[in-house]
């Protein structure tokens, strides 16, 4: 069992950044690919970013590549999500997960989930 907590989420002018955490626990942090989702209103969970077990391998959706950086730090067990230029409509509930390979994150099936936390992009 993994166990997620996310924060970091808030409100944010256009062109503004956030930067997200998620802490995890339980099972052995460096086993595990993690990756972070959103969901806004009406609209399906799409898979943000996502990270490699060591941190070498790293996916992006289109959306935010330029924008977003994605990191983890195995020793604080702790995941980030940088969110720069951001815009209204990156607003979303944004989910920390994690899964055994980088693929589950990629078909949008992690084995963990957080709670999520809010990220409200004014314009």
């Known amino acids: 069992q993994v166990q997620l907590v996310e924060s970091g989420g808030g409100l944010v002018q256009a062109g503004g950044s956030l930067r997200l955490s998620c802490a995890a626990s339980?099972?052995?942090?460096?086993?595990?690919?993690m990756g972070w989702f959103r969901q806004a209103p009406g609209k399906e969970r799409e898979l943000v970013a996502a990270?490699?077990?060591?941190?070498?391998?790293?996916y992006y959706a289109d959306s935010v590549k330029g924008r977003f950086t994605i990191s983890r730090d195995n020793a604080k067990t702790t995941v980030y999500l940088q969110m720069n230029s951001l815009k209204p409509e990156d607003t979303s509930v944004y989910y920390c997960a994690a899964g055994d390979y980088l693929g589950r994150l990629r078909v949008g099936a992690p084995h963990y989930w957080g709670q999520g936390t809010q990220v409200t992009v004014s314009s």
């Open positions: 990270v490699s077990q060591s941190g070498g391998s790293t």
């Open positions: 339980g099972r052995t942090f460096s086993s595990v690919a």
